[in-house]
Structures are given as structure tokens and as C-alpha cells.
């Protein structure tokens, strides 16, 4: 059975950080792209960044809207995608998805961000 379990989110002031984690089982996660998106209410879901799978070997790509501002990071030893955020914004609040693709895709079950003073 495969799982995607995120994990790290909060309430979060403006200009603070959070660290996500997506922890996953049953798959070969090396060889899985991860990626991290997000949806806000009535909003679309939206792709945030992308680390690739080897054999192409942890290539990242990110949205124009959180270039410079997140991280996204793989730990194949502990089947674990990480995404960190900083100058987190009141814009950035949304329940966050992580997804793991390669001939299939699965999704977790997300995990609530929210920015607020």
C-alpha cells in the first residue's frame, strides 16, 4: 500500500519559516519524482517545486511564486521529501500536498498552512 504522510505545518507569522516533510512507503521512492503543491480555498491546486527521480538525479524546478523563497529537498535514505519555506507570506496560506510521480502518480493527504499575525 502506498502512503505519502505530510507532516510540519502550522500557524505561522508573516516572514516566518516552516519546514514540510512527506514522509513515503511503498514505493521506490529513489526512482519516484516528488513534488510539493498547494491549494487555497476556491483556488486551484497549484504546483509549487519539483525534484526529480533518478536516474536524472535530483534535477529541481519551482513556480515563479515561491522562487527564492522555497526549498525543496529529497532524503532517499529516509524515503522523505522536504520542502522549506521562508518569508512565508499571508498568500501562502493553503493545505499543502506532496505527490509522488513516475508511470503513476499518488498524493497525500495534505497538510494546513497558515500565515496570520
Known amino acids: 500500500q502506498v502512503q505519502l504522510v505530510e507532516s510540519g505545518g502550522g500557524l505561522v507569522q508573516p516572514g516566518g519559516s516552516l519546514r514540510l516533510s512527506c514522509a513515503v512507503s511503498?514505493?521506490?521512492?529513489?526512482?519516484?519524482?516528488m513534488s510539493w503543491y498547494r491549494q487555497a480555498p476556491g483556488k486551484e491546486r497549484e504546483f509549487l517545486a519539483g525534484?526529480?527521480?533518478?536516474?536524472?538525479?535530483?534535477?529541481?524546478n519551482y513556480a515563479d511564486s515561491v522562487t527564492g523563497r522555497f526549498t525543496i529537498s529529497r532524503d532517499n535514505a529516509k524515503n522523505t521529501v522536504y520542502l522549506q519555506m521562508n518569508s512565508l507570506k499571508p498568500e501562502d496560506t493553503a493545505v499543502y500536498y506532496c505527490?509522488?510521480?513516475?508511470?503513476?502518480?499518488?498524493w497525500g493527504q495534505g497538510t494546513q498552512v497558515t500565515v496570520s499575525s
Open positions: 505527490k509522488a510521480s513516475r508511470w503513476n502518480t499518488f
Open positions: 525534484i526529480t527521480g533518478a536516474p536524472a538525479g535530483g534535477r529541481l
Open positions: 511503498g514505493i521506490t521512492f529513489s526512482s519516484y519524482g
